[in-house]
């Protein structure tokens, strides 16, 4: 493979600058190493043509002196974001062949600022799964395999394409989403830096729908720096979303590489869950180290409801995604298989087009929102919510931000835990309270374990912090000096 | 709480997804698991606790009561399954 598709982002975007190659060889390197690694299944749709497009429209940009940000920087995105006139499925057969006449606000900031499109990456349906074998387009293939084993593994989900695609050198970056941990776990199991910024940091308007209150967009990339350069790219108020913040976006990138030394960093006791494998806690004990070597003071803190909030999460969450899937009544767009009648139509054209989990989910949301279980679920798990979200407010009166594993193992076999649904959903056990409280947290790749397979680290922050989470990844990147990459085999 | 082949039955119907009637006892066994799972947020006291409905501590914006966006029949139906004289198309409603 070129050596092109081995640069950062950074490192990409400073070749550009110097004219070292122009975007349309960069984007040509890229779009070889996509059609090669076909047997991941990480692009559902490849768009070759626009990529050259949008390459060589950037190239006449730059010898025009008007370079973006981000210009001639190819990225893969998430299919949960809608494009315009490019297929956009959320990985459902509900959507067909739906063609967003659209573009969704995120992904229209990476264009303003010069990115290139190289097609829609695979994720779990409607972004509900946790090893992308949810997707109606089957699953992904993590790049990653155990020391002298050929057992498909998962790449972790939902943002399971995006993960894989950056770590199997793909793509410089990649667009991602996240209700419950969909950008850190595919992160952590991948080796990849990923983050969901703050609640409200990023514009929902054009992407497709899950969990209104908790969805929230963030990018995954091979550096902390390139995450800070795309996450900076993407954030901003949109009057087209009513919860997007009208705050000012800081200049993420410079907060990298910032001394860290003085802060106060929180481990909370209630994360050393049982059942957890040695290496993972040895794993947080060294990251504690490294931040400590940081100039960081350690905090022991304690979040009391943290084992609450998965089952809160799997009220709230499927409560919201039963309310949201009600458009998908096969009239406007997408899948319509006729029945008898309006009602039957409805109902074939449902039970054909959502898969299993997503069925499962709309059930169980519709169930709790049902008259006389209102009160008992989704009532109690709103106000669980309250508790979890006050426990932060609590630690964060003492530190300035928290250390955490990132996933309770590496990633495991495709297949391994798909007939047991609370097996899976236990995946998000330490990144789903961060959506519950709307914090930002960031997933760095810290080691390996004895299988030779990455494991992260989680740093969570304060609302709007994303900064200081930049400066700590920072920091644990430059300690941990992750190099181990996966060995091409596909 | 466990559920039964009647509740799956009842809220298949309720989210308009055709269930048939071989998988409503499965269906109700694994969706009795997780209620089960869930039961633990008993264990939590929220005596007095305000229900947490957004994590965005902004007031929804206002904006001035105008048109600003549509008038683009032909990008709405784009994607219709069926649409015909710039109207969608669909089973009849009304007996």
Known sequence: MSELTKLTLKAALEGLAAKSFSAAELTQAHMAAVEAARPLNAFILETPEKALDMAKASDARRARGEAGPLDGAPLGIKDLFCTEGVRSTACSKILGNFQPTYESTVTANLWRDGAVMLGKLNLDEFAMGSSNETSAFGPVVNPWRANGGNAKLTPGGSSGGSAAAVAAELCLGATATDTGGSIRQPAAFTGTVGIKPTYGRCSRWGIVAFASSLDQAGPIARTVEDAAILLKSMSGHDVKDSTSLDVEVPDFPSFVGKSVKGLRIGVPKEYRVDNMPPEIEKLWEQGIAWLKEAGCEIVEVSLPHTKYALPAYYIVAPAEASSNLARYDGMRYGLRVDGANLTETYEQTRAEGFGDEVKRRILIGTYVLSAGYYDAYYLKAQKVRRRIADDFDQAFEKVDALLTPTAPSAAFALGEKSDDPVAMYLNDIFTVTVNLAGLPGMSIPAGVDANGLPLGLQLIGKALDEGTLFSLGGALEKAADFKAKPQPWW | ?95
Do not use: C
């Open chain 2, 1 to 95: 709480m466990a559920i039964d082949a009647a509740t799956v039955r009842k809220v298949a119907k309720l989210a308009r997804i055709a269930e048939p009637e071989d998988r409503l006892e499965p269906l109700a066994r694994e969706l009795s698991g997780i209620l089960n799972w869930i039961e633990q947020l008993n264990e939590v006291d929220t005596d007095g606790v305000e229900p947490m409905t957004s994590v965005v501590h902004q007031g929804l914006p206002m904006r001035e009561d105008v048109v600003t966006d549509g008038g683009d029949p032909d990008k709405v139906l784009s994607n219709a399954p069926k649409s015909a004289g710039g109207f969608f198309v669909v089973p009849k409603v009304v007996e």
